[in-house]
């Protein structure tokens, strides 16, 4: 009796229901993880997240291999791989954590089928990638799947499962061949200040934030040059870390800080509920819909300076320089380069989420087209017609210009506050920067959003 651990987003070996349901079970277990050559078919697989991966694969493989087993990786339908080591194996079942997606949810669907024809039975384990898994909170009012708060003050009463440790010692039976495992990083096209990927370093992330960030979560994590954030999301995305277990350390911990990271967490489990709810929200515009955006073809010019970081808004074109460069993108920087898009250039908010999923390392579909949706004021966003102002937002986000100074190195001699407004320089100022002007004026963007929306401007 040996069972199949299936890894998808759940690159770990601590709190792991499958593997640990799978080792109640069973002396050895056989763990598992396919290159699905349909993700890479769909363009996720970019260089980004590919880089990361196969540093969560390394360190996996690493932390099994210390535990007496080792990682098996294949390549292919992801279906016909599981059954093939299925069958190598003499496996009569399989473990693997819920996915949201439809696409998740159909290759569950697939996958069941074709083991229960094999007389094989598949085990899908909830909350390994939420905390709180889709469903669980169903908010009374009509809008259940629309508005945050009521769905959060439900969210926060779930009792959550207990924290499971990782195994000591997970023994893999040979006669099972697999890929070898990927170095770690090192992916042609990825950013150059990407960062590893892998459960080892997650767990160091968590330890040092706990200690000199989570308590100033509240009042610092909109200030983009402090960087308060944690950066746990591509952890997340993959899930080198676990949402579950975070949030029962956040809670232990106490304290403003660690109340405002949990809320985050639910923001991520409620845009997952929202997906699995309304699969067709990854594309179709979700509550409001719009048809006048500007597309490529009648805005080709401002979406390659918005996308190259070179719009003549400072901090704008600085945050899209950071994602560039480090495959991540501050909070904050993502609602204001896509209110900036969607809002003040009225152009089409696919066209920014798909840039943002080629470059975001934790780039995630429910996350990122939901928030896309939330700013473009299609989404669950009860302020709609709301506009950020990139030199307002600037001003108050980066007081001292140092975020900008960091990423526009053709403003680095400017001081705040002229280093968000730098076409007010005198002249000769002005003109020895090697900057572009705006691309648009603010209150003619804001014209044309309100035509656009119907409304007088
Ligand atoms: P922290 O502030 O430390 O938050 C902790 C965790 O909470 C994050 O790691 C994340 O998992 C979750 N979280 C925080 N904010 C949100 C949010 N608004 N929605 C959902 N979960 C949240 N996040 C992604 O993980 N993937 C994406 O592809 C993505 N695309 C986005 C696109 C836009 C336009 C916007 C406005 C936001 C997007 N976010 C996305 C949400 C958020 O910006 C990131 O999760 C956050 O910046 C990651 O940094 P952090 O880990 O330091 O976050």
């Known amino acids: 009796h040996v069972p199949v651990v299936l890894f998808t987003a759940d690159l770990r070996l601590h709190d ?26 769909a363009g996720f697989a970019a260089p980004n997240r590919r880089a990361f991966l ?16 080792r990682l098996v990786v294949r390549s292919g339908d992801l279906v016909g791989e599981v059954c093939r080591v299925v069958a190598e194996a003499d496996a009569d079942e399989v473990h693997m954590s819920a996915g949201h997606s439809r696409f ?14 094999a007389g094989r039975r598949l085990f899908v384990h909830d909350a390994v990638t939420v905390a709180v898994p889709p469903g669980a909170v169903t908010p009374a009012s009509s809008d259940h799947f629309a508005v945050f708060t009521p ?26 061949g697999g890929e070898e495992v990927p170095a770690r990083g090192g ?12 459960e080892s370093g997650a767990r160091t992330q968590v330890t040092a934030y706990w200690r000199r960030g989570l308590d100033a979560y509240d ?5 983009l040059a402090a960087d308060a ?17 975070l949030v029962h350390r956040a809670r232990r911990h106490g304290g403003a800080g660690a109340e405002a990271f949990v809320r985050q967490l639910a923001w991520r489990d409620f845009h997952r509920q929202v997906l699995a709810a309304r699969p067709e929200a990854a594309h179709a515009d979700y509550r409001t819909k719009h048809d006048r955006w500007r597309t490529e073809r009648t805005a080709g010019a401002d979406i390659d300076a918005w996308r190259e970081g070179r719009t003549g808004y400072p901090v704008i074109d600085a945050a899209m320089r950071q994602l560039r460069h480090e495959g991540w993108m501050h909070n904050r920087a993502r609602l204001l380069t896509a209110s900036f898009l969607a809002k003040t250039l009225y152009v089409d908010w696919r066209i920014g989420a798909a840039h943002f999923l080629h470059w975001l390392v934790d780039g995630d579909l429910a996350n990122n087209q939901l928030n896309w949706q939330w700013m473009a004021g299609t989404g669950t966003d009860t302020r709609p017609n709301r506009v950020l102002n990139p030199v307002t937002q600037g001003r108050k986000y980066d007081p001292d210009g140092a975020y900008v100074r960091r990423w526009v190195p053709e403003l680095s001699g400017v001081g705040a506050p002229s280093v968000h407004e730098p076409w007010k320089l005198p002249a000769p100022d002005r003109a020895a920067l090697d900057y572009p002007d705006p691309i648009v004026g603010l209150p003619d963007g804001l014209d044309r959003f309100r035509r656009a929306r119907g409304k007088q401007p």
């Open 187 to 198: 992916s042609t096209g990825a950013s150059p200040a990407l960062p590893p990927g892998g």
């Open 219 to 223: 009042t610092a994590r909109d200030d």
């Open 151 to 176: 769905y959060y003050r439900q969210w926060e009463r779930v009792p959550l499962r207990q924290v499971a440790g990782a195994p000591r010692r997970v023994p893999v039976p040979g006669g099972v």
């Open 104 to 117: 998740a949810a159909r290759r569950e669907e697939r996958l069941r089928s074709a083991l229960e024809a």
């Open 54 to 69: 196969d540093g969560c694969l390394a360190d996996l493989d690493a932390g099994l291999r210390e535990r007496g087993g």
């Open 16 to 41: 792991h229901p499958p593997l640990r349901a799978a080792l109640d079970a069973a002396d050895a277990v056989v763990p598992l993880f396919v290159r699905d050559r349909a993700v890479e078919a």
């Open 229 to 245: 954030t944690s950066r746990f999301s591509a952890h997340l995305h993959f899930g080198t870390l676990s949402p579950v277990e």
